[in-house]
């Protein structure tokens, strides 16, 4: 079983900066894509980045790209999301997931393994 836990989050002004880190359990994270994904009050969850197994390919969502730079450490079993220049719209619960599927998938359905979220606020 993979157990995935996010910390990280917190309120911050905005046009502030925080840094989320997902750790994993098991031996198995470095074959594997991970992704983040948000939810904010009343919206579906969202695609916010992924990252392959090696860190060579990223993908981000347009509403992110330039502000938000995801990345992993395999030696820690942790992948990160570094959050910049943050706007009061990125307030959600944030989330990592494990990718079934070598490819950087935008879509909830590809991803097997869900951590608990982590809440950020950003403060106008």
């Known amino acids: 079983q993979v157990q995935l836990v996010e910390s990280g989050g917190g309120l911050v002004q905005a046009g502030g900066s925080l840094r989320l880190s997902c750790a994993s359990s098991g031996r198995t994270f470095s074959s594997y894509a991970m992704g983040w994904f948000r939810q904010g009050p009343g919206k579906e969850r969202e695609f916010v980045a992924a990252i392959s197994w090696s860190g060579g390919s990223i993908r981000y969502a347009a509403s992110v790209k330039g502000r938000f730079t995801i990345s992993r450490d395999n030696a820690k079993n942790t992948v990160y999301l570094q959050m910049n220049s943050l706007k009061s719209e990125d307030t959600a619960v944030y989330y990592c997931?494990?990718?079934?599927?070598?490819?950087?998938?935008?879509?909830?359905?590809?991803?097997?393994?869900w951590g608990q979220g982590t809440q950020v606020t950003v403060s106008s």
């Open positions: 997931a494990r990718s079934k599927y070598s490819s950087l998938s935008p879509w909830r359905s590809d991803y097997d393994y």
